[in-house]
């Protein structure tokens, strides 16, 4: 699994980051441009999603066996790993089965556990990849076609045109989703599951910052109590007006934010 990357910077602390759910390298761009000024970053595609290889296997497990692989191959030394909402999942894995491994971690706007809302998320989720799944690509002549047939159901614009990113024409003219709709959909089970599970013996040392949005339900007040009790190194930071879509719409807050966590400053 040869994940395909977008390379910042060339000094100071080495830095991968891990993009969402339907995300890509492209939503961090900015981002890693602007931590590259101290940095060497490496932003990722997750299996399954942007231009990294297809799968029909798409696990926590799985994404942190790509993680290592792909750190050994480039042979990245002790990198500070900030994951948003799945990718923040797999960094909380990658954490307790690597423990040598990274400087550090970010979370970004997820709970590695179980969320009490999981019922409400999975429905979302799933219906989010029905929608998409029902787009006749074969019939479409415009990203236009596309937009009109899911606004039908999806109507939160921002939503829309985050999902379009996606879509892209080939050479010979057709269109196809750069993510694997029946992967994700075939696992969307595991993915909205937590990473770590309540009741394990966790006890996560490396330092970690995890970083929520005021106006984001993806971390509530119910989960912080079983965050710091499995990661024993932890700061808590919450952006204020942000969503969920932190690095899109708080990205300087959260720039300043992980600088200072990487500098030691907080």
């Known amino acids: 699994m040869q994940l395909f990357f ?26 890693a441009k602007n931590l590259s000024q101290a940095n060497q970053v490496f932003a990722v595609d997750l299996r399954n999603h942007g231009r990294s290889p297809h799968s029909a296997e798409h696990s926590y497990e799985a994404m ?23 990718g923040g999942r797999c960094a909380a894995l990658f954490a307790k089965q690597f423990p040598d491994c990274p400087l550090k971690i970010i979370i970004v706007d997820i709970s590695p556990f179980d969320c009490e809302n ?37 109507t939160d614009r921002k939503l829309q045109n985050f999902l379009l990113k996606n879509l892209y024409r080939t050479p010979n003219g057709n269109f196809l989703w750069r993510f694997n709709l029946p992967a994700i959909l075939n696992n969307v089970n595991n993915i909205i599951c937590g990473s770590l599970k309540k009741g394990e ?39 204020p ?10 990205r300087e807050n959260l720039v300043n934010c992980i600088q200072k966590f990487i500098n030691n400053q907080m």
Not at 64 to 86: M, R
Request: aromatic residues 8%.
């Open 201 to 239: 013996n966790i006890n996560i040392q490396i330092p970690s910052l995890f970083i929520a949005g005021e106006k984001s339900n993806y971390i509530v007040t119910s989960d912080i109590k079983i965050i710091t009790s499995a990661f024993f190194n932890t700061k808590i930071e919450i952006i």
């Open 6 to 31: 977008r390379k910042f910077g060339n000094i100071g602390a080495n830095i991968i980051i891990l993009h969402g759910l339907y995300g890509c390298s492209d939503n961090w761009v900015s981002i």
């Open 241 to 250: 007006e942000a969503g969920h879509w932190i690095h899109a719409e708080q």
């Open 118 to 154: 999981q019922a409400e998320i999975l429905t979302f989720h799933t219906n989010i990849l029905k929608v998409l799944t029902s787009v006749n690509l074969n019939e479409i002549h415009s990203r236009y076609d596309v937009a009109v047939q899911i606004s039908k159901k999806i």
């Open 64 to 86: 942190c066996s790509d993680l290592i692989e792909f750190i050994e191959y480039h042979k990245i030394q002790k990198p500070v790993i900030i994951g948003h909402s799945i």
